[in-house]
């Protein structure tokens, strides 16, 4: 148990479809992230919430849309994907300091399928 | 921008033997340097970090990693492996200044044979 909790943990879903994956985080921090997982390739930071503002989005599909209504709660919701868009995608959060020290704790991911 | 390579696909060792998974980085100033570890269907779970001081860190599960600068690598290590150890591990960098970028590399995959 991380204290980020993901759901759901598989979603398989058609390219005409809209969904959504849920992120919640127990720890207190003050900062949220989705990463894309595919296999044989590095981790992709997709989007980074910092105190609920988005400051970060590494030129991502439109066809992902993530949303933070608080610092707890980290959403991406998806539409019209693509095959392949299918991946693990990982949530993490972590505690914003000053010294720019503090490490990511991630969730178990949710297995995305899209058919 | 920064950079991580881990040049193994996989490592393989025998249960009791001594176990490196390489890391080497490129990022701009002095480095922070991360391990982690994920095991099949779960997320990444935090193993150890540099940030300054002693070279050689210690973190979870026995395992230990040492930096060199001069080298710039952080690789990976554990005096006596475990099966329970087969797993894929990621090395990550950001560097000390500026918003908390955490830049992965591509994985290594650790198989222990009993």
């Known amino acids: 148990e991380t204290g980020v909790t993901q759901t759901p943990r598989h979603l398989v879903m058609g390219m005409t479809n809209k969904k959504s994956l849920k992120c919640e985080q127990h720890l207190g921090h003050n900062a949220m992230y989705w990463y894309k997982q595919s296999a044989k390739k590095p981790l992709e930071l997709m989007f980074v919430y910092s105190l609920e503002e988005r400051v970060e989005n590494n030129s991502v599909p439109s066809r992902f849309s993530p949303e933070c209504p608080n610092s707890s709660h980290l959403f991406l919701h998806l539409h019209t994907l693509q095959p392949e868009d299918s991946a693990l995608y990982l949530c993490?959060?972590?505690?914003?300091?000053?010294?720019?020290?503090?490490?990511?704790?991630f969730g178990e991911g949710s297995r995305l399928t899209v058919l | 921008a920064q950079s991580v390579a881990q040049p193994e696909d996989q490592v393989n060792v025998a249960e009791g033997n001594p176990l490196t998974v390489k890391c080497t980085y490129s990022?701009?100033?002095?480095?922070?340097l991360f391990w982690y570890v994920q095991y099949p269907n779960r997320g990444l779970q935090f193993l150890l970090k540099y940030i300054t001081g002693d070279n050689l860190v210690k973190g979870s599960y026995g395992f230990e990693a040492e930096f060199n600068k001069s080298q710039t690598s952080f690789h990976l290590k554990k005096p006596s492996a475990l099966v329970s150890d087969s797993a894929l591990y990621f090395c990550?960098?950001?560097?000390?200044?500026?918003?908390?970028?955490?830049?992965f590399g591509t994985g290594t995959r650790l198989l222990v044979s009993p």
């Open positions: 990022v701009s100033g002095n480095p922070y």
């Open positions: 990550a960098v950001r560097p000390n200044t500026g918003f908390q970028k955490l830049v």
């Open positions: 993490a959060s972590s505690q914003v300091r000053a010294d720019n020290t503090g490490e990511l704790f």
